[in-house]
């Protein structure tokens, strides 16, 4: 999630963040959420910010590493057949533009992405779902812009 929204906030795209109540990151409580605009839920839970952000979407990008995790199962089963849903796999990575295909298939304009929390602060997760999302938005932005040229040439 961390990884996306550096994506989203280094491109100047819009986004919607929600966390848990009294949320505290491994550095102690985090202000800055609140400056990029996260809304805290009435909740400590995670399977309810999981939930909100779920029934905010109208689609779901999961990143992950291997055999799932109990959150990440957790996420699979809050979505089930309510959302499109995909999972890209750090150790079976698949191309960015499968992704803007499916989403653009799919027509998700609300996109929730979640996954793999990295372990003794490396980083590793992070840069890859970092790089992997300015790609996608990139990606997504050309087609839109593609698809704008085109509307604008069939009304000359």
């Known amino acids: 999630e961390q990884g996306a929204v550096a994506a989203a906030w280094n491109l100047d795209c819009p986004l919607k963040m929600f966390v848990r109540k009294n949320f505290i990151t491994s550095n102690g409580k985090c202000e800055k959420l609140k400056f990029l605009g996260a ?12 939930k909100r952000c779920v029934d905010e979407c109208n689609g779901v990008l999961l990143f992950r590493s291997g055999n799932l995790t109990q959150t990440e199962n957790n996420v699979r089963l809050l979505v089930g057949d309510s959302r499109p849903y995909m ?23 609300k996109l929730y992405v979640t996954g793999k929390m990295d372990s003794q602060n490396l980083n590793i997760y ?18 839109f812009e593609f698809a704008e040229l085109e509307k604008r040439k069939g009304l000359k």
Not at 40 to 49: K, L, M, P
Not at 88 to 109: A, H, Q
Request: charged fraction near 35%; charge should be negative; aromatic fraction near 10%.
């Open 39 to 50: 809304e805290e839920i009435d909740s400590d839970r995670i399977r309810d910010c999981v």
């Open 87 to 109: 999972e890209v796999d750090f150790l079976n990575p698949c191309d960015v533009r499968s992704v803007t295909v499916w989403m653009l298939s799919e027509g998700i304009t």
């Open 126 to 143: 992070f840069k890859r779902t970092f790089d992997f999302m300015l790609t996608l938005i990139k990606d997504i932005n050309r087609e």
